[in-house]
């Protein structure tokens, strides 16, 4: 059974950077691509990226390009979704999920605001 | 960007009656491989979503078989044979075929 731990809730200032990290148990984290998804407060799901551990090789939707970095550590099985130049819009909860979403980590809810 | 369509985006249905979503991407969804890449998600209230059905039709462990996903190409629905109460919350579709993966708006299921 795959279980994805997220790092705990953060509050940043508009401008600064953020990084949550997720840590996998279970099966086999370098075989399989970790993606990360947001929601902003009472809206839909929204693709960021992803990120193949075993290539080292990310994606990113390109409305984050340049301000987006997902990466992954296979020592300690545990990838990150770090955010820059952060604004007040990128309130949000941020989740990490396996490829296909079959396992989802618990969300961490990062509130920008000065 | 593929923009995935699901209609009705609120639904409010009577406990044991029938419930069906659409869901329409702007491109077709059949990768080279055979595969078709559509996801159903259901995210309940103050939780991460779920994962309910995969490759359109085929249903992730544990999920009741009161659930079932259908279509091919572009157009998809979901279905939920009888509601229960346990039913409730926001039901999304996402392709999962071209980047960047894309959602749909979510579809908000209510009981009556």
Redesign the interface.
């Known amino acids: 059974q795959v279980q994805l731990v997220q790092s705990g809730a953060e509050v940043k200032k508009p401008g600064s950077s953020v990084k949550v990290s997720c840590k996998a148990s279970g099966g086999t984290f370098s075989s399989y691509t970790i993606s990360w998804v947001r929601q902003a407060p009472g809206q839909g799901l929204e693709w960021m990226g992803r990120i193949i551990p075993i290539l080292g090789i990310a994606h990113y939707a390109q409305r984050f390009q340049g301000r987006v970095t997902i990466t992954a550590d296979e020592s300690t099985s545990t990838a990150y979704m770090e955010l820059s130049s952060l604004r007040s819009e990128d309130t949000a909860v941020y989740y990490c999920a396996r490829a296909g979403g079959d396992y989802w980590g618990q969300g961490t809810l990062v509130t920008v605001s000065s | 960007?593929i923009v995935m369509t699901q209609t009705p985006l609120s639904l409010s249905v009577t406990p044991g009656q029938p419930a069906s979503i659409s869901c329409k991407s702007s491109q077709s969804l059949l990768h080279s491989d055979g595969k078709t890449y559509l996801?159903w998600?259901l995210?309940k209230p103050g939780q991460?979503?779920?994962?309910l059905i995969?490759e359109v039709s085929s249903r992730?462990s544990g999920v009741s078989d009161r659930f079932s996903g259908s279509g091919s190409g572009t157009d998809f629905t979901l279905k939920i044979s009888r509601v229960e109460a346990e039913d409730v919350g926001?039901y999304?579709c996402?392709q999962?075929i071209h980047?960047?993966?894309?959602?749909?708006?979510?579809t908000k299921l209510e009981i009556k």
């Open positions: 960007d996801y998600y995210q991460s979503p779920h994962l995969y992730f926001v999304y996402m999962g980047l960047p993966n894309t959602f749909g708006q979510g």
